[in-house]
């Protein structure tokens, strides 16, 4: 199973111990998997809890990854800013005065889980929080 696949079948579990206030969020692919990897963490400090001790609900589904999230920071900046947008950039620190000008020539892209913009002149691509239209 491809890494993409398997991370669409994980899912978030609440597991506790029937009685007690141990509750922990578990990701894993089904509940039983949830409910051995909680008792294979309780049993080291606790002797005696058995796997139907355990209580298990699910409380949802694998959250985005980094890249996911900063490809919708992408999809918002490419519908705000077309190709040909002029913009400024700041190359470190966004702070006084932009590192130059230039103009939108390809949509952004997601880079090292990075949402980054591509301006015609600049010598690299400039993360989206440090571009800003004229």
Not at 18 to 41: H, I, M, N
Not at 64 to 87: C, K, M, S, W, Y
């Amino acid at each position: 199973m491809e890494l993409a696949e398997k991370q669409k079948t994980i899912k978030f579990f609440e597991v506790n111990v029937r009685g007690k206030d141990w509750q922990e969020s578990v990701s894993a692919t089904t509940a039983g998997a949830a409910k051995a990897s909680y008792l294979r963490d309780v049993q080291e400090s606790w002797q005696g809890v058995r796997f139907t001790d355990i209580t298990c609900r699910r409380i949802g589904s694998l959250p985005p990854t980094r890249a996911e999230l900063a490809q919708r920071e992408a999809d918002v900046f490419n519908a705000a800013h077309p190709i040909g947008t002029r913009v400024r950039y700041w190359s470190g620190v966004k702070e006084g005065e932009p590192t130059g000008i230039g103009e939108i020539h390809h949509a952004a892209t997601v880079v090292s889980e990075h949402a980054c913009a591509w301006i015609k002149g600049a010598g690299s691509c400039h993360s989206i929080s440090h571009v800003e239209a004229i």
